[in-house]
């Protein structure tokens, strides 16, 4: 009896076999390439940054949907026994139908981003068909390939495995010390799996082309005196010379530095080309920072300091400035906390120099900024400099916009009209402020200007005594026709970005180098005449992080560590406070698509700061006389969860050394936040959160 049930079962299994060998293969190709076309199509769906955000996991599973059916169109074209006619029938359907998906949309934004899929779809799709490729002409060559296919699985799984965990603790290293799992304290949410660590470097993006910048040539040697002289010495000496004079933006306002749609088009209608002649003095306006110095077929930036330092005046703030609405004289002395009247601290106020780093995770720093890993680890200074490194640094947004406003205004939701940017409350209170900009915008313009009254505004002439833009606005770099953020051109490209010969950032760290340089030199010659002098606060924002493969950043490595190793040889770390950090994780490309690692990254982003000896010290002493707990308040924060916002109070806090608002110093890194903290209290929203809280 159970003989029959089972002859039944066999031929019922078998009869669905040959059921399905009847049914003719345009069919099946047919209901693949149906399944393809609508599954691409669904992955199409667009939206602002939140929809994307809320909306990555379907929009991933549909792509993978797709390449998995396109995957068994290609396999029976090479396997299916399929007539020539049918083979060429379906290789131009295929064809067809990928050429108008591509018209349809290969957009490089968020509302249109089909240009991304492209890319994922094929860094999947190119290098599962050659495996199985592979696998298929060893199967037809190999006897037992089968088995040997197992046991190298087996055994790729092996490795892959220990792989992992070793990579699994190296994510939790830093720089001095390790991620801590503390009973209470915030640990990140779902399974940690850094696959991305097993690719090489250079992997997901070696057919993008060279990660260097070729030089350019005629060698030009140019620089600008003291005086205002320009001089020029060309390599070809019969070619004719120019000089673009870059205008300065500092002053413009608002409306003219919208970086969708005329910041950089003004940049180029305003530059004055003239010729240069070495017979006559070719000299600058005092406004101009930057030239632009054309020879042959080679060009070079100049840049300098100008107004010099010894002619800048004080700046004065308007007395309704928001920035001047912290009145000490009105603050109940509880309130309030003058730091010279405790302690012998430094007679002069810290310096602040603040490197952005977009879109970069802790673990990614250290994954493709190893030279800078380790001159960050000789920045820990005892009894000169303290460097610290937050481990449980979490995002408060998705994106730049709510992490930068949570640093430099200090709300994701400005509560006042026409807000200043931090670097305003520095300039206000006597600071030289200076800031880099190298993606062609403004920050203030880009996050700010729907809470200004008038676009007529300038803030940077309001916040800034020196600016550096209107370099990066070049169409070598920055293209002035099409989309300037796409995959191969522009700011957020998976290419090295290159200008005139030189990486992108270069360029800037060189300008900060000398601005820097000044300043300290300046700074010595106020201390020869026994004059007090003025501090500085410098921003520079780059974005080589910014990209969806992750690999562009490792350009940034050797400029990185030399100008970390000059401010550490220099002495400056004395007496300034230097912060390097990002505003969120990579929110892009595949780790992030597909896998919780990259999620965990995306909301843990690095960040470190240098602090002075003196004023680390300030900070534990007022820790254990007035903080709620006797700890030092930087080893405890190192393991506690922070964000942006405590950021934001650090900066105010340096503003308005050393007579501070008790609470603001409260709510800073220099003092412990709370044990066991959750997302609710640091201003996390729930959705947003990637903690879960160890017992």
């Not at 359907?93 to 994922?120: C, K, M, P, Q, T």
């Not at 509880?334 to 952005?356: C, G, I, K």
């Not at 940017?421 to 520095?426: F, G």
Request: glycine share 6%.
């Amino acid at each position: 009896m159970s003989s029959g049930k089972g002859q039944r079962y066999h031929h019922g299994r078998f009869q669905w076999v040959n059921l399905l060998a009847r049914v003719p293969k345009p069919f099946f190709i047919f209901l693949l390439l149906a399944i393809f076309v609508v599954s691409y199509m669904l992955s199409l769906q667009a939206g602002d940054v939140l929809y994307i955000n809320e909306h990555l996991g379907v929009i991933g599973a549909e792509l993978l949907v797709s390449i998995a059916s396109m995957t068994a169109v290609t396999v029976m074209l090479y396997v299916g026994g399929m007539r020539s006619y049918m083979r060429r029938g379906t290789l131009l359907a295929v064809l067809g139908i990928s050429a108008l998906l591509y018209w349809y949309d290969h957009g490089e934004r968020f509302e249109r981003h089909g240009f991304y899929n492209i890319l994922v779809f094929l860094l999947i799709f190119v290098p599962l068909n050659l495996a199985i490729a592979v696998c298929y002409v060893l199967w037809c060559k190999v006897d037992n390939f089968i088995t040997y296919l197992i046991a190298t699985f087996a055994a790729s799984v092996v490795v892959v495995g220990i792989a992992l965990l070793h990579y699994r603790r190296v994510f939790d290293e830093g720089t001095l010390g390790t991620f801590q799992y503390i009973p209470g304290e915030c640990e990140w949410v779902g399974p940690n799996l850094p696959f991305v660590d097993l690719f090489p470097a250079g992997t997901q993006n070696f057919w993008a082309g060279s990660m260097y910048c070729k030089p350019e040539f005629p060698g030009i040697d140019a620089h600008i005196d003291s005086n205002g002289v320009l001089h020029v010495k060309c390599g070809e000496s019969n070619s004719k010379v120019y000089v673009d004079v870059l205008p300065e933006t500092r002053q413009w306002p608002l409306q003219d530095k919208d970086m969708w749609n005329n910041y950089n088009h003004l940049i180029l209608a305003r530059i004055n080309r003239l010729p240069f002649d070495s017979g006559r003095p070719f000299v600058l306006n005092e406004t101009t920072q930057a030239v632009v110095v054309r020879c042959g077929s080679g060009s070079t930036i100049v840049t300098r300091i100008s107004p010099p330092l010894s002619q800048l005046p004080i700046y004065v703030p308007p007395i309704d400035s928001d920035t001047t609405a912290l009145n000490f004289s009105s603050i109940a002395p509880a309130e309030r906390f003058d730091a010279y009247s405790s302690v012998q601290t430094a007679a002069e106020r810290p310096n602040v120099v603040f490197l952005m780093l977009d879109a970069v995770s802790r673990r990614q720093f250290y994954r493709r900024l190893k030279k800078t890993a380790a001159v960050l680890k000789t920045l820990h200074n005892p009894g000169s400099s303290r460097l610290v490194e937050l481990y449980r640094y979490h995002s408060v947004g998705f994106s730049t916009e709510n992490n930068t406003k949570a640093m430099f205004v200090g709300e994701i939701f400005p509560s006042q009209r026409n807000p200043l940017p931090i670097w305003a409350y520095y300039r206000d209170r006597g600071y030289v402020t200076a800031r880099v900009e190298t993606c062609c915008d403004d920050w203030a313009q880009q996050f700010l200007r729907h809470n200004y009254d008038s676009l007529e505004y300038s803030v940077g002439n309001r916040s800034l005594d020196y600016e550096l833009a209107s370099p990066f606005c070049m169409p070598e770099y920055y293209p002035n026709v099409g989309n300037a953020f796409g995959n191969f051109k522009g700011p957020y490209s998976i290419t090295a970005r290159c200008l005139y010969g030189r990486y992108v950032h270069d360029w800037a760290l060189g300008y900060v180098a000398q601005l820097r340089a000044e300043l300290r030199e300046h700074r010595a010659k106020q201390h020869a005449q026994q004059k007090d002098a003025r501090p500085y606060m410098i921003t520079a924002t780059f974005l080589e992080g910014h990209e969806g493969t992750g690999e562009v950043l490792s350009t940034l490595d050797d400029a990185l560590a030399a100008f970390l190793e000059s401010m550490r040889d220099s002495g400056e770390l004395d007496d300034t406070v230097l912060i390097l950090g990002s505003d969120h994780g990579l929110h892009m490309g595949l780790n992030f698509a597909f896998l919780q690692n990259g999620r965990i990254e995306h909301k843990n982003p690095f960040f470190t700061m240098s602090v002075p000896e003196w004023l680390h010290s300030f900070a534990e002493m007022h820790q254990k006389e007035h903080g709620s707990e006797a700890i030092s308040p930087f080893a405890a924060n190192e393991q506690r969860l922070t964000t942006p916002f405590e950021t934001h109070h650090t900066l105010r806090v340096l503003a308005d050394w050393p007579d501070f608002e008790t609470n603001g110093w409260k709510r800073s890194l220099f003092a412990a936040q709370r044990p066991g903290r959750t997302c609710e209290e640091a201003g996390i929203s729930a959705k947003f959160c990637m903690c879960k809280h160890g017992m």
